[in-house]
């Protein structure tokens, strides 16, 4: 709670209304991804605020949202961290406090985001205007391709705006996605990070868990948790890609150490990225649904993801782990290029152990989340 109070004391003393605070010049900053939405770090903060009963700073970021969120703006926003963060946000506001005006600004927000469906195949744009309702993709991403961990992370709230609101074009429009990804050919039952809007097909037969495919998988598996384990498509999604996972990309060093590399067009490249240690958790939470017997098995599968992202912290001189750690050339778990030497206060690794702690109780993860802090 004191971190929390530190932290939210220094946003609001300089960077109030904005979106980030940059600690060491205490300036504010607005990420050019929420356009000209302001106010990330106060929405995105709601639910904790709420959640640690700090009533009086809950209160105060109540009373910015009613006065202050404004989504009237003539801007380019990404879809995909403007759902995440702000929609995300409101909508957990909302079902914590039951404070009608959460409920009121994420239907909004949701509504205007809903042009970015408007594609040959309903396959979202990334990025959107959101005066204009005109939409994009990220120019770098494979010949005009959107992105599985983008389009795919869209999935639990947009279910819920269509609950909230009555209106059942949210749900409907991500039930699409699905429905354009179950009819796809999958190479080796895996899902490539890109897929051409316009086309309906696979950009490049690149697979990721890190960076560009993550969270698609993480929400298959909770769309089917949240859907109270009615949503069977969902779950058979998931469980499908977690074997073809299993069979393609996890591997074992020489030292024993789990892992997951990047596939290639077929071709393993034994590197790990700092964003794919939220895996663990995601399989030990799975666990419990997982087909024949294997509960134990992905329980287990969780437990080493969480070791070996133990030791990519635990190697490093400031016992925070990199950005990407590789397993060839005689290393394990270790940062091999300068470019990759460097941490962003990325959430996944402490992920998975509070996710391997409340699944198994076991003392270390706890050991393991004080060892980052300090």
Known sequence: QQMMKHAWDNYKRYAWGLNELKPVSKQGHSSNLFGN????????????LYIMEMKDEFKEAKEWVEKNLDFNVNAEISVFEVNIRFVGGLLSAYYLSGEEVF???????????LPAFNTPTGIPWALLNIKSGIGRNWPWASGGSSILAEFGTLHLEFVHLSHLSGNPVFAEKVMNIRKVL???????????NYLNPSSGQW????????????????????????SDKTDEEGKKMYYDAVQAIETHLIRKSSGGLTYIAEWKGGLLEHKMGHLTCFAGGMFALGADGAPNDKTGHHIELGAEIARTCHESYDRTSMKLGPEAFRFDGGVEAI???????????????????????????????????????E
């Open 37 to 48: 939405i302001q106010g990330a770090t106060i929405v995105d903060a709601l639910d904790t």
């Open 103 to 113: 409920r009121k600004k994420a239907v909004e927000l949701g509504e205007k985001l």
């Open 182 to 192: 179950n009819r796809l050919d999958k190479p080796e039952g895996l899902y490539p």
């Open 203 to 226: 950009g490049q037969h690149h697979v990721s868990i890190g960076g560009l495919g993550d969270s698609f998988y993480e929400y298959l598996l909770k769309a089917w948790l949240m």
């Open 335 to 373: 940062a091999t290029r300068q470019n990759e030497k460097y941490y962003i206060l990325r959430p996944e690794v402490i992920e998975t152990y509070m996710y391997m702690w409340r699944l198994t109780h076991d003392p270390k993860y706890r050991q393991w989340g004080w060892e980052a802090v």
